[in-house]
Structure formats: structure tokens, C-alpha cells
T-cell receptor, first 113, second 112 residues
Framework: DGGITQSPKYLFRKEGQNVTLSCEQNLNHDAMYWYRQDPGQGLRLIYYSQIVNDFQKGDIAEGYSVSREKKESFPLTVTSAQKNPTAFYLC????????????FGPGTRLTVL | GESVGLHLPTLSVQEGDNSIINCAYSNSASDYFIWYKQESGKGPQFIIDIRSNMDKRQGQRVTVLLNKTVKHLSLQIAATQPGDSAVYFCADGITGFQKLVFGTGTRLLVSP
């Protein structure tokens, strides 16, 4: 069953702690993305990666870090430098090349207490 | 479920009506356009897409219209059903460049 998985669905952390959100895809897609979604707003791009071992900052990268050591995995770390980390985080992937359609995972709701 | 989009523009329709959701984009270089449906607490799901060499594309109960002159996109849903209730996002991009730019979304509420 192909798709994108994100874990966990809900995550609670204390202020000042780093936390890593998992994103895995078995679609053999080259490109992967992380978005943040807040109530009343659309999706804002945090980081994206077009190939393994390469990634670029999106529009709101401050306070976040990523790695792309494997094609199927693109974990996102929310660091203590992120001033307002409570949000819904969405991971997506696309085949790359001329294929723009992005496929989304189910999301992780992060709440910082 | 999650409370996504508490302050989004809302379109309220009756079951069986046709719905039209509009979207404006700003990049005149965009040549790829896509609509997503997002139910509460879930990730966006693909509905339909269109490239700039077309001005209309139809799917099952959905039609996307593209007006490149005024940079406007619309999604028409025929015979709207309660299961269509969700937040709908448009996005645009450029072929070969992987980033998509998402609109803020519209909440569709369908009453039985």
C-alpha cells in the first residue's frame, strides 16, 4: 500500500525542547516537502528536498532543520529557536521532473506546553 | 478532529446545489494549477489539476476553469453532497520547479 506516513499524529513537548517529526514515503518520489499550517492560514513551506542529500529553505525555515539521508525519509526537527512551534505539520512528496502534483501525509499536530 | 482554518472564507450551500470556489494567483509564469480538499485533521487530498494550455478540465462531479488573463482559477462541484464539506485549497506552480504556492483556502459547508 503506497503512500506517505507521518508519525506521531499528536505530539506534546515542553517549551525549550527539540522535537523530530517523522515522514516516510514508499512512492519512490524524488522530492519531499514540509509545510506548517495554522488556523486561518494556508500551507507555508518550511523546507523542501529535490534529491537525496540536498535540501533548500522554504519561506519559514527559521527554527527548523531537516535531513535527507535516504530517498524515502525526510525528518523535520523543530528546535527551541522556533518561537511559536505549536501547529499542524504536513509532509508531502512529488515525483519530480515535470510532475508537480504533491501527495500529502496525514499530518502531525505538535503542541508545545 | 483538528480545527484547521477557523477564520477561512466560508461557502455555505444546500445538498444538491452546485458549488463554485474561486482562487486568484499572482505569478504570471505559473503553468500548473491544482485543487486539494482537506478534511478536518487530515492531510490535503488531490481533486483535480490543469495546465496552462487548457482553460477547462472535468473530473467526476468537478470542473476546474482557468482564466490566465486575470490569473483566476475556479473549482465547480456539481450536486454537492454533505461529504464534500471540507476546506479547499488551490495551488500554482511552474513545470519543472517543484514548489507549489498555496492559497489560503475556502471552507465549504454543505447542509442536508
Amino acid at each position: 500500500d503506497g503512500g506517505i506516513t507521518q508519525s506521531p499524529k499528536y505530539l506534546f513537548r515542553k517549551e525549550g525542547q527539540n522535537v523530530t517529526l517523522s515522514c516516510e514515503q514508499n512512492l519512490n518520489h524524488d522530492a519531499m516537502y514540509w509545510y506548517r499550517q495554522d488556523p486561518g492560514q494556508g500551507l507555508r513551506l518550511i523546507y523542501y528536498s529535490q534529491i537525496v542529500n540536498d535540501f533548500q529553505k522554504g519561506d519559514i525555515a527559521e527554527g527548523y532543520s531537516v535531513s535527507r539521508e535516504k530517498k524515502e525519509s525526510f525528518p523535520l526537527t523543530v528546535t527551541s529557536a522556533q518561537k511559536n512551534p505549536t501547529a499542524f505539520y504536513l509532509c508531502a512528496s512529488s515525483a519530480g521532473g515535470s510532475y508537480n502534483e504533491q501527495f500529502f501525509g496525514p499530518g502531525t499536530r505538535l503542541t508545545v506546553l | 478532529g483538528e480545527s484547521v482554518g477557523l477564520h477561512l472564507p466560508t461557502l455555505s450551500v444546500q445538498e444538491g446545489d452546485n458549488s463554485i470556489i474561486n482562487c486568484a494567483y499572482s505569478n504570471s509564469a505559473s503553468d500548473y494549477f491544482i485543487w486539494y480538499k482537506q478534511e478536518s485533521g487530515k492531510g490535503p487530498q488531490f481533486i483535480i489539476d490543469i495546465r496552462s494550455n487548457m482553460d477547462k478540465r472535468q473530473g467526476q462531479r468537478v470542473t476546474v476553469l482557468l482564466n490566465k488573463t486575470v490569473k483566476h482559477l475556479s473549482l465547480q462541484i456539481a450536486a454537492t453532497q454533505p461529504g464534500d464539506s471540507a476546506v479547499y485549497f488551490c495551488a500554482d506552480g511552474i513545470t519543472g520547479f517543484q514548489k507549489l504556492v498555496f492559497g489560503t483556502g475556502t471552507r465549504l459547508l454543505v447542509s442536508p
